[in-house]
């Protein structure tokens, strides 16, 4: 009892320290065994991608930032061009549209000063004498004078002022134009490079974007193994509490029973190949070995003796135990159905049952252990 009761012990602190592993009751805990290793090394790997994508994701933050700050003082200079460049367009136009009407004016002018100058050639223009002699009095013939005087300075005055205007606005046009042409190139050459520093941002939080839903996938994977480790684990309990169990129900058994062992030894219960030998990994036992065959295989007695478990335990399913006297007995698991009651006798290659993949299974197959005494012994050395 003291023996059993350290053996439990050991194997409840080995439950505790294993790596992951994927599990199999009673010979299925070396499998869980294995899932739990697995688990953990792609804990550990999944941490340090994790870590590694957040490092890329702050590096990409900097630059983000760097290329941001770049873009705004380039976007506020692109601004200040196009406003200026709409001042000049705006400017460009109106001085378009003063010249214009200057060279109308200018040629208003020019038509009328051409139809007077006209009208002087063929009508008879007074002397200074007739105005004299029709004039009323002195000061009538003075006014007279001086109003064909000031037509004619007024005529030549108003086009000479036109012609001036004109000219005057024709300069200031060109030096918009060519004011123009300067900040058109300046504000395209702004634009480029605006343009090349919101793509470069643009890449840059496709790539942020990409990175942190890759971190956020692997932290919920992360989070998932965490919980399959933690499961695992305790299936892995479960499984020891289990196997303590059983081991309990043969000795009661095998206290009470007179079986006589096979005089041929054990035969193989299936006919299949071993995918999963019987030995410790990880810390924990696989306390018998898998044999591959499909759901509905018979199973068959290794050796003649009494049924000592026939029933449903946990992990192991649909699970068979026969003694075979001598302290020495078989289980089977993880069976679609059980063919025998407990107590019952049966002989060396009766079907007991069918195999199947009840409990934890990872796919169909025959879980078939050796006991000595209750305690799991590896079956390839009694087969």
Known sequence: MVRRSAFLVALAVGLLLAAPAAGDNSGKIATLQARIAAARQHEAALS????????????????????????????????????????????????????????????????????RLIDIYESHSPSTFEVLLNSKSIQDALDELHYLHAIALQDKTITHDVAVARDAMRVVREKTKKIRVVVVAETQAVAVRTQQQRDARDRLLASQHTLAGARARKQHAFTETKAQEADLIAEANTLAAEDAHIRAQLA??????????????????????VTSPFGYRWGRLHAGIDIGVPIGTPIHAAAAGSVAIAGWVSGYGNYTCIDHGGGLATCYAHQSSIGVSIGQHVEQGQVIGLTGCTGHCLGPHLHFEVRVNGVPVDPLGYL
């Open 252 to 273: 009661n058994a095998q206290g009470s029973s007179d079986t006589t062992p096979s005089s041929s030894g054990l035969i193989w219960p299936v006919n299949g190949p």
């Open 48 to 115: 340090s991608q994790i870590s590694s994508v957040t490092s890329q994701i702050r590096s990409l933050e900097s630059k983000v930032g760097d290329v941001a700050k770049r873009l705004s003082v380039l976007e506020r200079d692109l601004a200040l061009h196009q406003r200026r460049l709409d001042k000049l367009n705006a400017l460009f136009t109106f001085e378009t549209q003063r010249l214009n009407f200057l060279r109308r004016e200018y040629q208003r002018v020019l038509n009328l000063l051409d139809r």
